[in-house]
């Protein structure tokens, strides 16, 4: 059993609420469940903290995923709470400032996780906020147990890429027609909504922004508007 899960809250501290914000008339979290929704997965689930649940949860329901709200700070064990919570023996990890996240991508970092027989998984040299990480979720559940740092324990891969001697990571180069790795479509500050909205403005015409079609304009467009965000 494969599991989407989509971490989100609405505390944010550099720009609160930023899953709510608008962008390609739905809001930011539901672009990216959009595009999250072409993965070969069997679990699609919004992991989120109690705080956040009501206005979550509809949007949610809205595109068939389901909630599960953990620990707000540790998210470490909001993952492996709902892991156990689904069933599930990976996890394809993506976030909800991510919008602009490849479903293409997913699924074929997915398969080559499992080919590998990978603990963790995730590509290099994409453009920052177009990837996800896969996570074998035993491997997760030691993590659980024995990390102890504050950071291993907000950002739930470290500790598995942290020890290469202990885990098998694999972190391929991306194929080069997707190669972009100077380049940011994450949401952290009103600068990169900006961005991230005029890029909806050129492209989005009602379905998910292809990573092909993302591709192109970024290497059209950085090198001339100089939007590295």
């Known amino acids: 059993m494969t599991g989407v ?10 720009l609160p609420r930023k899953a709510l914000l608008p962008l390609g008339g ?8 959009a595009a999250l929704s072409s993965v070969k997965a069997d679990v ?19 595109w068939g995923f389901e909630v599960f709200p953990g620990p707000r700070d540790d998210v470490l064990d909001r993952y492996c709470l709902a892991a156990k919570r689904f069933g599930v023996d990976h996890i394809i990890r993506a976030t909800g400032d991510n919008p602009l996240v490849s479903g293409l991508l997913a699924n074929r970092i997915l398969e080559e996780h499992l080919e590998e027989g990978a603990d963790y998984s995730g590509f290099l040299g994409i453009p920052l906020g177009t990837g996800v990480e896969v996570l074998k979720t035993t491997s997760l559940f030691r993590a659980r147990r024995e990390a102890v740092d504050t950071y291993e324990r907000e950002h739930v891969s470290p500790f598995l890429y942290h020890r290469p001697d202990q885990f098998k990571i694999y972190r391929p180069r991306a194929p080069k027609e997707f190669l972009a790795q100077d380049t940011r479509v994450t949401l952290d500050t009103e600068e990169n909504y900006q961005f991230i909205l005029d890029i909806y ?12 079609e993302l591709h192109r304009y970024l290497n059209q467009e950085l090198p001339v508007k100089g939007k590295v965000c």
């Open 26 to 33: 739905n809001t930011v979290i539901e672009q990216a469940m």
């Open 201 to 212: 403005d050129d492209l989005y015409h009602g379905r998910s922004i292809g990573i092909e």
């Open 44 to 62: 699609f689930a919004l992991v989120t903290d109690k705080e956040s649940l009501s206005e979550l949860r509809p949007l949610a329901e809205r």
């Open 5 to 14: 899960f989509l971490q989100v809250r609405l505390d944010s501290s550099r």
